[in-house]
C-alpha cells in the first residue's frame, strides 16, 4: 500500500494518491479489442503466483511426522476451516471451503505484498510496476462480483430456483390459516427489500476493501514525506488492518450464504 502511494505520488507530482492504476501493457484479443494489464493486476497476478508456489512447496512432500513448513500450513488452514465451520455449518464448510480459505489468503497476502518498502519505486515505461492489488477499485470489484456469482450458482445448487423464491418472498415463521395469507404482501415487500440487499453485496464488499486498504496507503504515502519513523505506527497498523480486512470479507461471504441457505445444509446431511 505504501510503495503503490509512493509511486503515484512521483507520477502525478503531488502528494495526492490517484485511485486509478496505471495500464502498463495492452493483450490485443481480437482486433479491436485488447485486455489492459495495470500495476494492480499485475500485483494481484504476482500474489497469486507467491501464495501457488509457497503452498506448493511446502505441500510437496506431505509426512506423517510434518516440517516445520507443512506443519505451519496445516495449523493455518486448520484454523480457517474451524472459523468458517463456526459460521456456516459442517455441511456448507465442507463444501465450500476451498473458497473460504482462497479468498482469505488472496487478499491477505495481496494487501501485505502491497507493504513491501522500495517496491513502488520500480518503474516501467515511466509508470510504477507495482500498487498495491486492492488499492484499486477494479479488483475488489472483481472480487464482489465474482463472489456474487459463485453465490447464486451455490443457491441454486441447494435450494433450487423455487425454494429460493418461496424462502425469499414466501410467509415465514411456520404462521399457518388467514394470518399466513393476510401478511403475504408484507412477506413479499420484505423479500423485495432482500432482493435488493443481494444486489448491493458485490459493491458493499468491494467499496469496503478498496476504502480501507487505499485509506491505509494515502495515509502511509503522506506519513512517508516525514520519513520512516513517522511512517513506522501507520505501517504496524495497516498490517492489522491488512488482516483484519482479509478476514471481514471472509466472514461477510460466509454469513451471505449461510443466511440465504439457512437449514437445508443440515437437511442435506441427514439424507
Not at 494518491?17 to 484479443?29: G, Q, R, T, V
Not at 512447496?57 to 476451516?81: D, S
Not at 415487500?189 to 494515502?218: D, H, K, Q, T
Request: proline letters at 4%.
Amino acid at each position: 500500500m505504501m510503495v503503490g502511494g509512493i509511486a503515484a505520488a512521483s507520477e502525478h507530482g503531488h502528494g495526492t494518491l490517484s485511485a486509478d492504476a496505471p495500464i502498463l501493457w495492452e493483450i490485443p484479443l481480437w482486433p479491436g479489442f485488447s485486455l489492459p494489464i495495470s500495476n494492480s493486476l499485475f500485483m494481484f497476478a504476482l500474489a497469486v503466483i507467491v501464495l501457488t508456489v509457497f503452498l506448493r512447496i511446502a505441500t510437496r512432500k506431505m509426512e506423517r511426522i510434518p516440517g516445520k513448513l507443512q506443519n505451519f500450513v496445516e495449523w493455518v488452514f486448520e484454523l480457517l476451516y474451524n472459523f468458517v465451520e463456526s459460521l456456516t455449518g459442517k455441511y456448507l464448510a465442507r463444501r465450500y471451503f476451498w473458497y473460504f480459505a482462497s479468498v482469505f489468503l488472496l487478499i491477505l497476502v495481496s494487501n501485505y505484498m502491497g507493504l513491501i518498502p522500495g517496491v513502488g519505486e520500480i518503474t516501467y515505461d515511466s509508470k510504477p510496476l507495482f500498487r498495491g492489488a486492492n488499492a484499486d477499485l477494479n479488483t475488489t470489484i472483481f472480487l464482489g462480483f465474482f463472489y456474487s456469482i459463485l453465490w447464486f450458482i451455490w443457491v441454486m445448487r441447494e435450494q433450487g430456483p423455487w425454494h429460493f423464491i418461496t424462502h425469499t418472498f414466501g410467509p415465514k415463521g411456520g404462521l399457518t390459516g388467514f394470518l399466513k395469507y393476510a401478511l403475504l404482501p408484507i412477506f413479499f415487500f420484505v423479500g423485495l427489500i432482500e432482493i435488493i440487499s443481494i444486489c448491493v453485496r458485490p459493491v458493499a464488499l468491494a467499496a469496503r476493501l478498496f476504502g480501507n486498504i487505499y485509506a491505509g496507503e494515502a495515509i502511509l504515502e503522506q506519513m512517508g514525506a516525514h520519513g520512516w519513523l513517522a511512517m513506522f505506527p501507520f505501517m504496524a497498523l495497516e498490517i492489522i488492518v491488512g488482516f483484519v480486512q482479509a478476514l471481514v470479507f471472509l466472514m461477510l461471504t460466509a454469513i451471505f450464504l449461510k443466511t440465504q441457505v439457512g437449514g437445508e445444509e443440515e437437511e442435506a446431511e441427514a439424507h
